[in-house]
């Protein structure tokens, strides 16, 4: 069994029932790097937002000498028709957490999965660990035994909410935060909001999103300044390449880039590395921003 970070595409023409071959580009394909015996367990369904009740087909894609097979309907899923434009992705469904659970329970975790109820924060002890967060649920894998050597490679997204006082003193990210709320306790602040991201990114040619909302209203300007040397020490970096859509930004030689904003903003951060010779790797940080819409708040008074 294999896993993909980011593996996400929408179909380019109909898939109907029985059918053998997914179509999408040549590049999805290329990017599994399917070799004889390899398998990815994939979800195919007919939108992403799981507030719509997607309909959903589990298939699995199994390595052939030349080429590959497409096994349909699989884990109590129907073999049916989708139309182009359905969505199909690497996750994590609730039988393969099952029979991860399954194995840890009746092996120790002899097949290499731990269970816990938070994220691993110690190096793993081989590459090929699972740790299973049995409270979130989300898998890890370890791909080496470093300091940061767990990737998430599914399950549930961990939020993080981070209240700034208007001290511009700097405030970190957790380890395996992807979705973070930053909320600025002083109205109007028009000062610095200073974040570290945290150790992440994707190996080459793969970004790994984070969605950033910074609550900051009626600000006539302010400042975020991220600083990024976890994630050039994660990724063991010799350079780093910025593209920023919808802000004026400035970048220094420590790993910092500083971006201008008025009022409140929603960012979507995708962090991964571009381009590797030998030990020299560049990394892609794109920070793509526009103004956050107004929610709001309801404390409801129903309790049981």
Request: proline share 6%; aromatic share 6%; charged share 20%.
């Amino acid at each position: 069994m294999r896993f993909i970070d980011n593996w996400c595409y929408a179909l380019t023409d109909e898939l109907p029932a029985g059918a053998a071959e997914l179509p999408v580009s040549g590049e999805a394909i290329t990017r599994l790097g399917l070799a004889e015996g390899d398998e990815y367990v994939l979800c195919i369904v007919s939108a992403l937002d799981p507030l719509s009740a997607p309909a959903l087909e589990v298939v699995r894609l199994v390595g052939l000498d030349a080429g590959y097979e497409l096994l349909r309907g699989e884990q109590g899923t129907d073999d049916v028709a989708w139309p182009a434009g359905s969505v199909v992705h690497c996750g994590v469904t609730a039988a393969l957490l099952a029979e991860l659970w399954e194995a840890a329970q009746g092996g120790g975790g002899g097949a290499g999965v731990t269970l816990v109820t938070e994220p691993p924060n110690d190096p793993p002890g081989a590459a090929g660990e699972l740790c299973l967060d049995i409270a979130a649920p989300a898998l890890f894998a370890a791909v080496n035994t470093g300091g940061w050597g767990w990737q998430q490679v599914g399950g549930s997204r961990y939020l993080q909410r981070i209240n700034d006082d208007g001290s511009e003193t700097l405030s970190t990210i957790s380890r395996w935060a992807r979705d973070v709320q930053v909320e600025a306790e002083v109205y109007e602040f028009g000062g610095v909001i200073r974040l570290r991201l945290p150790p992440m990114g994707g190996g080459l040619g793969v970004l790994e999103p984070m969605r950033l909302d910074v609550i900051n209203p009626d600000s006539p300007g302010w400042q975020l300044q991220l600083d990024c040397s976890d994630v050039a020490d994660r990724l063991s970096l010799s350079a780093f390449q910025f593209e920023v859509a919808g802000a004026d930004a400035v970048i220094d030689g420590n790993m910092l880039l500083t971006m201008d904003f008025t009022d409140s903003q929603t960012l979507q951060l995708s962090v991964g590395v571009l381009s590797e010779d030998g030990s020299d790797r560049t990394a892609l940080l794109r920070v793509e921003a526009a103004p956050r819409p107004n929610y709001v708040g309801i404390n409801s008074p129903i309790s049981w």
